[in-house]
């Protein structure tokens, strides 16, 4: 199996909490990696995402279920592929939405969890590989800590909410 550097967990984790708190997006070294683009996942775009919006042709959006008017979702083709993935990866990169600007794949190697979706398997192996570093024993602890918070989650909750909730938990808790 190929090891991939995840970064230095302590800095990593600093980063997706700004990503999650809406401030910044996540930088995934995703190379020629299409995994989460071809996974069969639908995307969400919020109402406020005009540029994204202004990318992708209305008629592959549809109103996202339980959330206020405005809020859509981007499906995906046959192959559960996004329809704005091109043979040379993203045709809209530069304007994608926000979901795709924060998704990070590495939430897997944090927690210990892998999506066990048939149609996530690209992901699950590509998260097999990330390997993070640690620049003292408290980031280590902290790994731990992020691990064992995701252990006590519900397994009837798929793996990415999962994996999300343990880290804004272990975040949220300093």
């Known amino acids: 199996m190929t090891s991939r550097d995840a970064g230095e967990f302590s800095a990593w984790l600093g980063e997706l909490a700004a990503a999650l708190r809406g401030e910044d997006d996540t930088d995934v070294a995703c190379g020629s990696c299409v995994a989460c683009c071809s996974s069969g996942q639908f995307i969400h775009i919020a109402p406020e995402e005009v540029d994204a919006l202004a990318h992708i042709p209305a008629g592959l959006l549809f109103p996202a279920p339980r959330l206020p008017k405005g809020n859509v979702l981007l499906g995906y083709d046959e192959r559960g592929r996004c329809p704005m993935l091109g043979d040379g990866g993203c045709t809209i990169y530069a304007h994608r939405p926000r979901t795709c600007r924060t998704y990070d794949c590495r939430v897997f190697a944090a927690t210990g969890l892998l999506p066990d979706e048939p149609e996530k398997t690209g992901i699950a192996e590509r998260a097999r590989e990330w390997v993070f570093s640690f620049t003292d024993e408290e980031a280590k602890a902290l790994h731990e800590r992020v691990r064992g918070i995701a252990a006590t989650l519900s ?15 272990a975040i949220s808790s300093g």
Request: glycine share 0%; proline share 13%; aromatic share 0%.
């Open 155 to 169: 397994s009837d909750v798929p793996a990415t909410p999962r994996a999300v909730e343990a880290l804004r938990r």
